[in-house]
């Protein structure tokens, strides 16, 4: 297990400058379409705009925090966004205008590489005790959304408070144990061979 914390994540104005991308964690890959295997940010959306075209990604946004917006995707009736912790998923080269309800937002983000990898994005709040069973050939992100936790696995204890990340990779099965209180965004990435 590896924690992050807020001082490692890099904060990155937008080249439209609509808004800001803090990059939480990557996994680098240079034969991905973007550079990445998968990829995790948390965004501030401060005005209506396109979202760039990441073509042979897929992407699952959670709103997090603000009033919420409407998306428009390709020629599909607009979604909107505006319920804490709702969930949208769709593809990097879709085309989507976004534009904000009333004032700006943030928004978790996670990028995968299709070829390669899959992303399961559950947020839940943390009440007790919390199971994670890592497996060989998956990944794990928990990002503490608010409150502290402690995680527990394979003679290893980390302490996590509102804002960290905890990484967990494996290459055996284990368990892993979440004990706290809070709010976490829990991210699976599966490994898959390329199409």
């Known amino acids: 297990m590896q924690l992050l914390r807020p001082h490692d994540y890099a904060r990155t104005r937008w080249k439209n400058d609509g808004g800001w ?90 990028m995968c590489d299709r070829s390669s990898t899959h992303a399961e994005v559950p947020a839940r709040p943390l009440i007790g005790t919390m199971l994670v069973f890592a497996e060989p050939g998956a990944s794990w992100l928990v990002h503490v959304l608010g409150g502290s936790c402690v995680f527990r696995g394979n003679e290893q204890s980390i302490a996590a408070e509102s804002g960290d990340t905890t990484l967990i990779e494996s290459t055996a099965h284990q368990r892993i144990v979440i004990e706290g209180s809070g709010e976490l965004i829990l991210v699976k990435f599966t490994q898959h061979a390329p199409d």
């Open 21 to 110: 991308t803090t990059e939480i964690a990557s996994a680098k890959d240079p034969d991905s379409p973007c550079g990445f295997r998968w990829r995790v940010s948390i965004a501030e959306i401060e005005n209506d705009g396109p979202f760039s075209s990441f073509p042979g990604i897929e992407r699952d946004l959670l709103l997090l925090s603000g009033s919420g917006m409407e998306l428009d995707i390709n020629d599909a009736p607009a979604i909107r966004m505006e319920r804490r912790f709702q969930h949208i998923h769709f593809a990097g080269e879709d085309r989507v205008m976004c534009r904000l309800l009333a004032g700006p937002t943030r928004d978790f983000n996670v």
